[in-house]
């Protein structure tokens, strides 16, 4: 399996990819939901990244997580646990076609949160997406330390942590953390 790490130069079809895949969870979770938020850098435009796209479900609070579980099984994804974050619920794609609709279409690479309202998590998430969004320089110094780290971490671990001294620094200074 190839580890290998690729940070693609911006795409604006990712913006599009991301309220493609929004409006089919919208139609799977109706009244269920806050908000779907495209967070992680392909929300930055103009800025090179994985081309993966991060989705966080905005849900009133954690009464809702079990029915919003249910409803994502059916599109075809499966609960991960919050992979030792609190405040983000994690889920995989059972393959490609995920989420499913009627015409098989293949979908891109995507990760899926689900996060209430009031969590950290989904704070830090949309604090440092808006914060790139309105700091071109933050932006192009992000960029390049993920090009320095993708071209010489063997693997995605390492990648990122590399690059949380940069994410943090910024969320402290602008969240006071």
């Not at 919050?82 to 609709?101: C, K, T």
């Not at 604090?127 to 071209?151: S, T, V």
Request: negative net charge; charged residues 25%; hydrophobic residues 35%.
């Amino acid at each position: 399996m190839d580890n290998k790490i690729v940070i693609e130069d911006y795409n604006p079809a990712w913006p599009q990819g991301f309220n493609e895949l929004k409006l089919t969870i919208e139609t799977a979770l109706p009244n269920l939901f806050l908000s779907i938020e495209h967070v992680g850098s392909t929300s930055v435009p103009g800025l090179s990244a994985k081309p993966i796209i991060d989705l966080d479900i905005v849900i009133e609070d954690s009464s809702l997580f079990a029915q919003v579980s249910k409803n994502l099984e059916k599109l075809g994804y499966y609960y991960e646990g919050n992979l030792g974050i609190e405040g983000r619920e994690a889920f995989a794609r059972s393959n490609q076609y995920v989420p499913w609709i009627e015409n098989n279409r293949v979908w891109m690479e995507h990760h899926l949160y689900v996060c209430p309202k009031d969590s950290k998590e989904l704070k830090r998430h949309l604090a440092f997406r808006d914060y790139l969004q309105e700091n071109p320089r933050a932006a192009y110094d992000y960029e390049q330390l993920k090009r320095k780290l993708a071209a010489s971490e063997k693997d995605r671990v390492a990648y990122t942590a590399g690059k949380g001294d940069f994410v943090n620094s910024i969320l402290r200074s602008i969240l006071k953390e």
